[in-house]
């Protein structure tokens, strides 16, 4: 029986494969975000050049030949800072989806499933969400200091209200299901149950959710490296690029179009399995495709 059952969960899953392969949107999404991640894990074979390797020499060299995107004003490989560039937008991206989704999630079933707690932490929910995101991101990084894990950190906090409020709402549905009083009903523990038969119910809405989140990050990351908010400017970043870049607009405007190209690419592609996802796992809108 124990086969059977993983015989059927493995057709299921290829098939659902199939079915949102066969939308060409996704499929197109899929193959940039397969070519950015391994760009971005086989980074240091790909570049030609070292990102931080300076060369006066090759100052504000156009694409060609020799530098494919053409090199920065300290003759740096633009096409070599840009690969190395999305290693940590993804990881951004990556570690603020994880950490978002810890204390969304978190919340957000507290919040649902304990009606004393729902209160205080839907009117947190709120207040958090009053305010615009990268307002908000800009403030916190501002008072904790500028670095990566500020970064990361402050993004989490300020993306995590979202997830928070999605579980809270499905939770609130579930929790008065037939099933989940039959769980109470023969003493199952409360933690058992907010695990194994609420939060597994939940994987698709925060999965997909998790995938918008994971391009506002990277989209986030960038602006607050292009404010000066972000890492240092000597780790390579596509928001620190074009930030250099804009003072050579005029003569070398690879500068900034070869990262801005990537920032627009990766967030496209996260974008488009993102919808895909959700209109497959949403039995509303699977009705029409």
Known sequence: ??????????????????????????????????????????????????????????????????????TDEFGRDVFSRTIFAGRLSLLVGAAVVALSAVIGVTLGLLAGFFQKLDTPIARLIDAMMAFPDILLAIALVAALGPSLTTVIIALSIVYAPRLARIVRASTLVIRELPYVEA?????????HIMTRHVLRNLLSPILVQATFLFASAMLAEAGLSFLGLGVSPEIPTWGTMIAAGRQYIGQAD????????????????????????????????????
Do not use: C, H
Request: glycine share 6%.
């Open 183 to 191: 769980a109470r009903a023969l003493g199952i523990s409360t933690f």
């Open 254 to 289: 690879w500068m900034t179009l070869f990262p801005g190209v990537a920032i627009i690419l990766s967030v496209l592609s996260l974008q488009m399995v993102g919808d895909g996802l959700r209109d497959m796992l949403d039995p509303r809108l699977r009705k029409d495709l």
């Open 1 to 70: 029986m124990a086969d059977i059952a993983i015989k059927s969960a493995e057709s299921e899953s290829s098939k659902f494969a199939r079915r949102l392969l066969k939308r060409k949107t996704v499929a197109f999404g899929l193959l940039i975000l397969t070519v950015f991640v391994l760009l971005a894990a086989f980074a240091p074979m790909v570049a030609p050049y070292s990102p931080s390797k300076l060369s006066i020499v090759n100052r504000l060299k156009p694409p060609g030949d020799t530098f494919f995107f053409g």
